[in-house]
Protein backbone atom coordinates (compact mmCIF):
# COMPACT_ATOMS: atom_id res chain seq x y z
CA UNK A 1 0.00 0.00 0.00
CA UNK A 2 1.52 3.14 -0.73
CA UNK A 3 2.22 5.78 1.90
CA UNK A 4 2.08 9.16 1.87
CA UNK A 5 3.49 11.78 4.41
CA UNK A 6 3.59 15.49 4.04
CA UNK A 7 5.23 18.35 6.12
CA UNK A 8 6.41 21.35 6.08
CA UNK A 9 3.53 23.65 6.80
CA UNK A 10 2.80 26.36 9.08
CA UNK A 11 1.59 29.84 9.64
CA UNK A 12 3.19 32.39 7.95
CA UNK A 13 2.29 36.10 7.41
CA UNK A 14 1.08 37.34 3.75
CA UNK A 15 4.11 37.57 1.56
CA UNK A 16 6.31 34.72 3.03
CA UNK A 17 7.29 31.34 2.03
CA UNK A 18 7.24 27.66 3.08
CA UNK A 19 8.65 24.67 1.58
CA UNK A 20 6.44 21.41 1.26
CA UNK A 21 7.79 17.78 1.74
CA UNK A 22 6.27 14.85 0.65
CA UNK A 23 7.47 11.45 1.30
CA UNK A 24 6.41 8.36 -0.12
CA UNK A 25 6.89 4.50 0.21
CA UNK A 26 5.00 1.64 -1.29
CA UNK A 27 5.27 2.68 -4.75
CA UNK A 28 8.02 2.95 -7.73
CA UNK A 29 8.23 6.56 -7.09
CA UNK A 30 10.50 7.62 -9.92
CA UNK A 31 7.95 5.89 -12.37
CA UNK A 32 4.93 8.10 -11.01
CA UNK A 33 3.73 11.47 -11.81
CA UNK A 34 3.54 13.69 -8.77
CA UNK A 35 1.57 16.01 -7.97
CA UNK A 36 0.51 18.50 -4.82
CA UNK A 37 -3.28 18.94 -4.00
CA UNK A 38 -4.53 21.50 -1.52
CA UNK A 39 -8.24 21.58 0.09
CA UNK A 40 -9.58 25.24 1.49
CA UNK A 41 -12.38 24.91 3.82
CA UNK A 42 -15.71 24.56 2.30
CA UNK A 43 -14.34 24.18 -1.06
CA UNK A 44 -13.27 21.04 -3.52
CA UNK A 45 -9.74 19.54 -3.44
CA UNK A 46 -7.78 21.05 -6.51
CA UNK A 47 -4.54 20.19 -8.24
CA UNK A 48 -1.89 22.82 -7.95
CA UNK A 49 1.10 21.02 -9.39
CA UNK A 50 2.56 18.43 -10.83
CA UNK A 51 5.52 16.97 -11.68
CA UNK A 52 6.05 13.64 -14.75
CA UNK A 53 8.26 11.38 -14.10
CA UNK A 54 10.08 12.92 -16.52
CA UNK A 55 10.40 16.30 -14.72
CA UNK A 56 7.86 18.35 -16.50
CA UNK A 57 5.93 20.80 -14.45
CA UNK A 58 2.70 22.44 -14.72
CA UNK A 59 0.85 24.65 -12.32
CA UNK A 60 -2.69 25.70 -11.74
CA UNK A 61 -3.16 29.57 -12.89
CA UNK A 62 -3.62 30.43 -9.28
CA UNK A 63 0.23 29.33 -8.40
CA UNK A 64 2.31 30.09 -11.59
CA UNK A 65 5.26 32.13 -10.72
CA UNK A 66 4.52 31.60 -6.83
CA UNK A 67 5.21 28.11 -6.94
CA UNK A 68 7.62 25.71 -7.81
CA UNK A 69 7.35 21.61 -7.68
CA UNK A 70 10.25 19.51 -7.88
CA UNK A 71 11.28 16.00 -7.00
CA UNK A 72 14.40 14.09 -5.79
CA UNK A 73 13.51 10.03 -7.15
CA UNK A 74 16.81 9.33 -4.98
CA UNK A 75 14.85 10.05 -2.01
CA UNK A 76 11.38 9.27 -2.76
CA UNK A 77 10.71 12.67 -1.98
CA UNK A 78 8.47 15.69 -3.65
CA UNK A 79 8.49 18.94 -2.69
CA UNK A 80 6.80 22.12 -2.70
CA UNK A 81 8.53 25.92 -3.04
CA UNK A 82 5.53 28.68 -1.73
CA UNK A 83 7.01 31.67 -2.59
CA UNK A 84 4.86 35.40 -1.88
CA UNK A 85 2.42 33.19 -0.37
CA UNK A 86 -1.23 34.84 -0.07
CA UNK A 87 -4.25 34.46 2.48
CA UNK A 88 -6.38 32.71 -0.21
CA UNK A 89 -3.27 29.84 -0.33
CA UNK A 90 -4.39 29.12 3.05
CA UNK A 91 -5.43 25.28 2.78
CA UNK A 92 -4.72 21.86 3.90
CA UNK A 93 -1.95 20.35 1.01
CA UNK A 94 -1.63 17.04 0.03
CA UNK A 95 0.60 15.09 -2.38
CA UNK A 96 -0.81 12.18 -4.58
CA UNK A 97 -0.04 10.69 -8.15
CA UNK A 98 -1.22 12.80 -10.90
CA UNK A 99 -1.38 11.63 -14.60
CA UNK A 100 0.34 14.28 -17.25
CA UNK A 101 -0.18 14.18 -21.19
CA UNK A 102 1.84 16.68 -22.69
CA UNK A 103 1.88 20.07 -21.45
CA UNK A 104 -0.59 19.22 -18.62
CA UNK A 105 -1.04 16.95 -15.37
CA UNK A 106 -4.55 16.30 -14.05
CA UNK A 107 -5.92 14.76 -10.75
CA UNK A 108 -5.49 10.94 -10.06
CA UNK A 109 -4.61 9.16 -7.14
CA UNK A 110 -2.92 5.96 -5.56
CA UNK A 111 -6.48 4.69 -3.51
CA UNK A 112 -5.64 6.62 -0.24
CA UNK A 113 -4.61 10.16 0.79
CA UNK A 114 -2.33 11.22 3.46
CA UNK A 115 -2.90 13.50 6.42
CA UNK A 116 -2.11 16.52 4.72
CA UNK A 117 -0.46 19.16 6.00
CA UNK A 118 -1.71 22.64 7.31
CA UNK A 119 -0.90 26.04 5.45
CA UNK A 120 -1.95 29.01 6.81
CA UNK A 121 -1.45 32.50 5.52
CA UNK A 122 -2.48 36.04 7.29
CA UNK A 123 -2.92 39.27 6.32
Known amino acids: QVQLVESGGGLVQAGGSLRLSCATS????????MGWYRQAPGKQRELVAG???????NYADSVKGRFTISRDNAKNTMYLQMNSLKPEDTAVYYC?????????????????WGQGTQVTVSS
Open 51 to 57: VSSGGRT
Open 26 to 33: GTTFSIND
Open 96 to 112: NAVSCSGVRCYPADFGS
